[in-house]
């Protein structure tokens, strides 16, 4: 079986690429880090480490990869032969990669009836679709009927901790042992892909929720809080008994929604807490606060981790007042090594918080949880102050 996974980096090598080979893929990665597709020529292997309470390694075999940038034929060819595609590139440059998918897909269509999955395995919701979409604005409205017919763009939820590397080998990576690949079964043409651990299911969206207010919600929660404090790492953040508590709380917020909204059994859900709660105490893949707490302005947005549960709480006559302090505290990251972050914090001083929720949030100042996050800036005031 061939598969092409677009993206050389650590989330590719060390998650989804290592899926793929333990599950007897020949993996080809496409990527324009020529040092990196250059390595994975020469060796055609590289080493996984996974870290946690006891050390893993694994040799991830039988890969090879393309530098698209230099040799877009090659990239075309593979696309065209291969048994599955997989992205894990970041969601703002799955349109610049939609044209050379789309040349891949034409060619495949001259070639062979079989259908073919491309599954966009990037952190946020519907990548999928919004790989679909863009490869349909490359193609006639003729192609497009045959498109869907022959090619399917499946949701999916991704989770995996895969910190920066500060190894000297450039292919080695070190993740964490836990991992979640859930596809969406509805988009999936023909038979599902045969990937260990990949899990399809006929109703996605309660798992995007649950990652998204479970995992990215305590991640980022942390990450503010830690900000405000001025601790440097999440494992160091997660570490201090006032945030912990916090995370903890806020958690049980979205908890309750996701329990209430989408039936998980309220004991496993509580479980799972503690396992991302554990997750973030690992100090082997300890990530920096700024790394994790980045582009702030777009973890403000109506439909993402932070105001989205905290909103339908509210609509439920809930008073999630620690999300609404880690929204404070998302408000008040000033980081200047980060541009959305000056933006935000220019509106702040401008605007106040109250303005910049309407401005990044969607919130009108009447708003309940505008005034349920002003509420929340002194508590975020003392806490700065131990």
């Known amino acids: 079986m061939r598969a092409v996974h677009f993206g050389a980096g650590n989330i590719g090598r060390g998650f989804i690429g290592a899926l793929l080979a333990r599950s007897g893929y020949e993996v080809c990665f496409i990527d324009i880090d020529e040092t990196l597709v250059e390595a994975l020529n020469e060796r055609r292997s590289y080493r996984v480490v996974r870290v946690g309470a006891a050390r893993e390694e694994m040799q991830v ?181 006032s945030i912990r508590e916090i995370v903890r709380k806020a958690l049980d917020e979205t908890g309750s929604l996701l329990v209430d909204k989408h039936g998980f059994d309220p004991g496993a859900h509580a479980a799972y807490i503690e396992q991302i709660i554990g997750r973030f105490q690992n100090p082997h893949i300890s990530d920096d606060v700024t790394r994790v707490a980045r582009s702030p302005i777009r973890k403000l947005g109506p439909k993402d981790r932070l105001v989205a549960p905290a909103r339908q709480l509210i609509a439920r006559g809930k008073r999630p007042e620690n999300l609404a302090l880690g929204i404070a505290a998302a408000l008040a990251y000033d980081f200047d090594g980060d541009e959305e972050a000056v933006r935000l914090s220019q509106t702040v001083k401008r605007d106040g918080m109250d303005g910049a929720l309407c401005k990044y949030a969607g919130l009108s100042r009447e708003d309940e949880l505008v005034r349920l996050v002003l509420e929340q800036a002194d508590r975020l005031a003392a806490l700065q102050k131990k």
């Open 61 to 241: 075999s039988n890969v090879r990869a393309i530098n698209s940038r230099t040799d877009e034929e090659r990239a075309v060819a593979a696309i065209a032969e291969a048994d599955l595609v997989t992205t894990a590139v970041g969601a703002n440059v799955l349109p610049l990669i939609a044209g050379l998918i789309t040349e891949g897909l034409r060619r495949r269509m001259r070639e062979t009836d079989r259908p073919l999955n491309v599954v966009a395995c990037e952190n946020m919701i519907g990548a999928g679709s919004l790989l679909r979409e863009q490869v349909y604005r490359h193609v006639t409205e003729a192609e497009k009927e045959r498109f869907q017919r022959s090619f399917g763009f499946p949701n999916a939820v991704v989770d995996c901790i895969v910190p920066n590397q500060d190894g000297e080998d450039p292919l080695a990576v070190a993740v964490e042992p836990y991992h979640e690949w859930i596809v969406d079964q509805a988009g999936i043409l023909g038979d599902p892909p045969a990937v260990k651990d990949m899990v399809c299911v006929k109703e996605l969206t309660p798992y995007v929720e649950r990652k998204l207010y479970t995992v990215n919600t305590g991640h980022a929660v942390t990450a503010y809080l830690g900000y405000a404090r001025g601790i440097s790492t999440i494992q160091e953040a997660i570490d201090e008994p």
